[in-house]
């Protein structure tokens, strides 16, 4: 079974800076496309970044040119580098594996990033 472990989330002040680690594990890693979720109270759940298995990455137009997508396959694990934070970038954010087939998407449990003004 899929295994996605997320840490790096918590508390910080507009402008600073987080770092989120999604650790997958029960899968080979690289096979797998990867991206970053965010889901805000009352709103949608929505795309933050993702990346493919051959490196292509893909940003929601609010975090570009702030956040980085990036992945390591020898670890298992995709990153999220969150840069000049803003107080809008607070939610709960999703670490996302997707199975190319059968197409099939596996989640994490979500980790709390709230940016205070």
């Known amino acids: 079974q899929v295994q996605l472990v997320e840490s790096g989330g918590g508390l910080v002040q507009a402008g600073g800076s987080l770092r989120l680690s999604c650790a997958a594990s029960?899968?080979?890693?690289?096979?797998?496309?990867m991206g970053w979720y965010r889901q805000a109270p009352g709103k949608q759940r929505e795309l933050v970044a993702d990346?493919?298995?051959?490196?292509?990455?893909n940003y929601a137009d609010s975090v570009k040119g702030r956040f980085t997508i990036s992945r390591d396959n020898l670890k298992n694990t995709v990153y999220l580098q969150m840069n000049s934070l803003k107080p809008e970038d607070t939610a709960v954010y999703y670490c996302?594996?997707?199975?190319?087939?059968?197409?099939?998407?596996?989640w994490g449990q979500g980790t709390q990033v709230t940016v205070s003004s």
């Open positions: 029960g899968r080979i890693f690289s096979i797998y496309d």
């Open positions: 996302r594996m997707r199975r190319p087939f059968p197409p099939n998407d596996y």
């Open positions: 990346i493919t298995t051959s490196g292509s990455t």
